[in-house]
């Protein structure tokens, strides 16, 4: 690996040129300034493909410093291997610590999922977005989306959600759920499920949204209002799990569901890996969990 | 026993080197070259060097080979290295009327100044497999034929302007910077200079498919190639501080102007209407699809109906770029199981509930 | 005339005043501590000319009030960004609140299908402490907070009024400090004077 270090010299501090550190700089404040709006930035070719967390990426780039402490996960996961590969990326050319542990880090890019832990006033969230635009399975055309944030006319979300009503009796939006931002713009909050929705509300933490391919940057200051569009006979309700983590026991976290046969076997384990961890390093143990020893590698 | 799958980190080293082993293939079979690709599969590095936005015949050969011959990866490889390049000038618009003629055709005229050139194209090739390309074999040279210094070969669509028939080119507003996407964000409606960096750059694949669209009737345009023209030009930036201007060299283009359906009206008299294509190296297709597809998107302009989905600016422009489609229809592979159980869950939610409600309305059922 | 000295560490220090700009603008109100290692610049003080090298290159323009006019030669020999005479025309612009007048109206607002096109303004005030403070709400602030800005005009708590009546659309603003920079975006509600 250490060839590819050296291959990597050439390149600016976190790759980014200086100038395109700048432009995305200034729509970062914008961004900041008009909760939930997405500003158009001029988002460069990256060394990865759009659609894997350029625009994250590219907001990461752009805030990282040589002090920060970076933790990226996708699925709630750090060693999943778009993860693994982003971290590696910034590793190479900014030279940064990185670490799993949530509580540590400054920076969390993430894809997909907002951590358990609650996350605290010094940290910045950078979330991976496909599709910034909540309208946009309503209405494909940005003209006419772009439009009706201007006007706020979210009429025709509401319609949608409450067709779904009347057509399952849910609101079928079970990720990417909308929501509306210190009571002006309605936003997407990337594809995380909508139990992780809550934790957009009144978080401690900035939260920057970067969408290379659609070349959008969004943000939700701390402290900020983040209300999920429901109705008043249908109010919004994160999904629950009926059963706790198998390996740590944790009932309130989000989990992925492992299947571990072809005859209907699975069980259930927390996404968010490092919580997990750290509860079975506290010593919780769930029902398929084995005590944390300090070797991990021998528990199989 | 159930243990997180750890080790991401060591699987995406190791399926580094699987692939450079079969980038390499058969290490008995000798090793193909940058230059041989260039050479040999110019055609190739001129696809990659229009796609990839960027003039550098080796550094296109070269991702060719780091992709395996996967023309869109290697497209990818050139654009992000692209990005990283820094600017150090504009050159001034090239002149295509002084290009170093290799290839020059025109439909509209059987014969014209500067004659026809049919060059190295397929057009006439019967295509039958050349069995004796399978071994290494004599080609004898090109004939050549002398050129006189004073042979002009002037643009067909100059020539038709010359008479009125053809519209004028737009007067350029010299105050106002000629758009470019990859430094601010494209915005609808777009305007025709960035209409045309976007279709330059646009996938070969969905250029060619929507300008067929256009001939089968969704968005006719009543096309005659007026010329297509391929050949060197030079590049050319001026110095300002020094006073001069420098010729930073050549590069090959392939211009297409296609001439369309007329237009008038009570205040102008009719003239015929222009549909522009160029591109890098020689890319005849792509230049005439491209030129067929920025006639299409000029249908408000002209006060047509927009009907067909080449005439939709929104539609072609937000979807040309093969970097960004690939990219995109390509996430789908990466690890979605967070949403796929939101998912799982609300329907899993729905069928008890729908079971449940069979069961009230049937209690007999239930037993 | 020299033109001041730029940034000795770009690249860092680029980043370090980019993440006190962003820390104060997320955090409206709070003095976020920030001290430039830069010079003046003429008559700009040395955590707004950081700013100004931070966030200021060709691809926008910028605006100066009279008083910190002597500043341009500075800022565009170091910037390659181009001073406008109308601040409705600036992406970003310099004031100095002791000798400037303050007019937010005066500077771009933004368009409702793009509020982002709009100035931000950089007001540059002293240290002296300020005992006058404003209640203010919105995204940012936990509950309430106080802004203490010493030089604000008499008809501040006015124009910040209109300023919000006008949001999304509407400008944000940078007080810079000798050591501390505040941030008051549009988003940000001024409810009268702290008792």
């Known amino acids: ?300 | 026993m159930y243990v997180a799958v750890k080790g991401g980190e060591r699987a995406i080293a190791n399926a580094h080197r699987l692939l450079d082993h079969e980038r390499r293939g058969d290490r008995a079979v000798p090793e193909l070259s940058p230059t041989q690709i260039d050479e040999q599969l110019a055609l190739a590095v001129d696809r990659v060097m229009s796609e990839g936005s960027l003039y550098d015949r080796g550094l296109a050969a070269l991702a060719i080979k780091q992709a395996r011959g996967d023309l869109i990866e290697a497209i990818f490889l050139v654009r992000a290295y692209r990005t990283t390049l820094p600017r150090f000038g504009y050159s001034n618009p090239v002149d295509t009327g002084r290009m170093a003629i290799r290839r020059r055709i025109s439909a509209t005229y059987k014969d014209l100044p500067g004659g026809q050139v049919l060059g190295p194209t397929f057009d006439y090739t019967h295509r039958l497999i050349d069995f004796a390309l399978a071994a290494e074999r004599e080609v004898a040279e090109p004939l050549t034929a002398p050129v006189g210094p004073d042979t002009e070969t002037p643009r067909v669509t100059d020539m038709i302007a010359n008479d009125d028939l053809i519209e004028r080119n737009l007067k350029t507003d010299e105050t106002k910077p000629v758009g470019d996407l990859t430094r601010d964000p494209l915005a609808f409606p777009a305007d025709r200079d960035l209409r045309l960096q976007n279709l330059a750059r646009g996938d070969e694949g969905f250029l060619l498919a929507l300008g067929y669209s256009t001939q089968r009737g969704y968005g006719r345009n009543h096309p005659f190639v007026g010329e297509i023209r391929m050949g060197e030009v030079e590049i050319e930036l001026e110095i300002p501080e020094l006073g001069l201007t420098a010729s930073l060299g050549a590069v090959t283009l392939t211009e297409c102007q296609m001439v369309n359906q007329f237009k008038g009206s009570l205040t102008e008299p009719a003239r015929f209407t222009r549909g522009y294509g160029l591109s890098f190296g020689h890319c005849e297709r792509r230049a005439m699809s491209m030129a067929l597809v920025d006639r299409a998107l000029r249908a408000k302009e002209f006060g047509e109906e927009r009907k067909g989905p080449a005439q939709d600016e929104e539609f072609v422009l937000s979807h040309s770029d093969n970097v960004q489609s690939t990219g995109f229809v390509e996430h789908l592979k990466l690890p979605h199981y967070v949403d796929f159980q939101a998912e799982l869950a609300l329907l899993r939610q729905m069928r008890s509930e729908f079971e449940a409600r069979q069961a009230s309305s049937h209690p007999e059922a239930a037993e | 005339m020299t033109i001041a000295q730029g940034f000795a560490e770009p690249v860092r220090e680029q980043q370090r005043t980019f993440r006190a700009v962003m820390d104060a603008l997320s955090r409206p109100t709070a003095p976020t501590p920030y001290s430039s290692s830069l010079g003046k610049a003429g008559p700009l003080q040395a955590n707004a000319y950081a700013i100004a090298l931070t966030l200021l290159d060709f691809e926008v323009s910028y605006h100066l009030a009279p008083s910190l006019a002597e500043a341009e030669r500075h800022l565009t020999f170091q910037t390659g960004s181009r001073r406008v005479n109308d601040a409705g025309q600036a992406q970003f612009a310099f004031i100095d609140l002791r000798h400037d007048p303050l007019d937010l109206a005066a500077y771009a607002q933004g368009e409702p299908d793009y509020p982002d096109r709009s100035t931000t303004v950089v007001a540059l005030c002293d240290g002296a402490p300020e005992s006058k403070k404003l209640v203010c709400r919105g995204p940012g602030i936990a509950a309430s907070s106080t802004l203490s800005v010493p030089g604000l005009p008499a008809d501040f708590v006015d124009q910040w009024q209109a300023n919000g009546t006008r949001a999304p659309l509407g400008i944000d603003l940078l007080f810079v400090m000798p050591e501390a920079i505040i941030g008051l975006p549009r988003s940000t509600r001024i409810f009268g004077e702290a008792r």
């Open chain 1, 1 to 300: 690996m250490s060839a590819t270090a050296e291959n990597y010299r050439g390149y600016n501090f976190a790759y980014l040129d200086e100038q395109t550190k700048r432009m995305i700089r200034r729509a970062i404040l914008k961004a900041i300034a008009i909760p939930g709006y997405q500003v158009p930035f001029a988002s460069r070719e990256m060394p990865m493909p759009y659609g894997w967390g350029t625009g994250g990426v590219q907001v990461t780039a752009a805030i990282l410093g040589p002090d920060d402490i970076l933790k990226v996960i996708d699925q709630g996961a750090d060693d999943t291997t778009n993860a693994v590969s982003i971290r590696q990326f910034f590793e190479k050319t900014a030279g940064v610590q990185t670490t799993t542990e949530t509580g540590k880090a400054t920076i969390i890019q993430t894809r997909h999922r907002i951590p358990e832990a609650t996350l605290q006033d010094h940290q910045v969230l950078v979330y991976q977005v496909p599709i910034p635009e909540p309208l946009r399975f309503l209405e494909p055309r940005e003209t006419e989306t772009r439009t009706m944030h201007a006007l706020a006319e979210y009429g025709l979300m509401h319609v949608k959600l409450y067709e779904d009503i009347a057509q399952h009796g849910h609101i079928a939006k079970t990720y990417d759920y909308p929501v509306l931002v210190a009571e002006r713009y309605v936003m997407a909050p990337s594809p995380i499920p909508k139990f992780d929705n809550p934790k957009m509300h009144q978080s401690g933490a900035l939260q920057l949204f970067g969408a290379g391919r659609e070349k959008r940057i969004y943000a939700i200051p701390p402290h900020t209002e983040v209300v999920s569009l429901d109705f008043e006979d249908h109010p919004f309700e994160p999904t629950k799990f009926t059963e706790p983590c198998a390996l740590c026991g944790a009932l309130d976290s989000y989990l992925d569901e492992v299947i571990t046969d072809d005859k209907g076997g699975r069980m259930f384990v927390c996404s968010d890996t490092h919580h997990c961890e750290s509860r079975r390093a506290e010593g919780h143990v769930g029902a398929l969990g084995t005590p944390i020893t300090p070797v991990t590698e021998a528990a199989e």
